[in-house]
């Protein structure tokens, strides 16, 4: 078992609290990432997807998990379990020291995720107060004009790591 963090970054102009639409923990909130089998290495053609709300039974024993999936080269069944209570916003302190900050854990038995894929569903407030709602970064960036601050506001340069976690 290995857990792996999902660390955010991005240049945040005029911005802050950079995090999914309902929270850190948004249970309706879709993750998009590349799965890498741990046995053969097959990297997965589509990116999965995972939420917190969306749960299966785990294939053997008691218990639920977020993802079970097999390794479409060398037939091995895996599973991505989704552990919240651990990520934070990112913010423009952050940004501006260059640093990542942590949105979700993921505990992956078979697979190691790659590859985030940033898409619809997150929210981001300016420097004054303003807030945006269901901002889409799947082309990579965000830019609009807070009239409240009377400045434009711009996310880019997003980045996304998985770090292992002990």
């Not at 046995?39 to 749960?55: A, I, P």
């Not at 601050?149 to 980045?159: F, W, Y």
């Amino acid at each position: 078992m290995v857990n792996y963090m999902l660390m955010i970054s991005a240049e945040l102009e005029n911005l802050t609290n950079l995090e999914p639409q309902g929270g850190c923990d948004d249970p309706n909130f879709s993750y998009f990432f590349k799965l890498k089998c741990g046995r053969c290495g097959e990297l997965s053609q589509k990116e999965t997807c995972v939420s917190l709300n969306d749960t299966v039974p785990l294939p053997a024993g008691r218990g639920t998990t977020h993802l079970v999936q097999k390794c479409k080269f060398c037939g091995r069944e895996s599973t991505v379990t989704m552990i919240p209570g651990r990520g934070k916003p990112l913010t423009q302190e952050t940004t501006e020291s260059g640093k990542f900050s942590p949105l979700m854990l993921f505990d992956c038995r078979g697979y190691e995720p790659i590859e985030f894929v940033f898409g619809t569903g997150w929210k981001v407030e300016s420097l004054e107060g303003t807030k945006f709602e269901n901002v889409d970064l799947s082309n990579g960036d965000f830019a609009e004009y807070d009239e409240k601050g009377e400045c434009p506001v711009m996310i880019s340069n997003l980045q996304a790591t998985f770090d292992v976690v002990k």
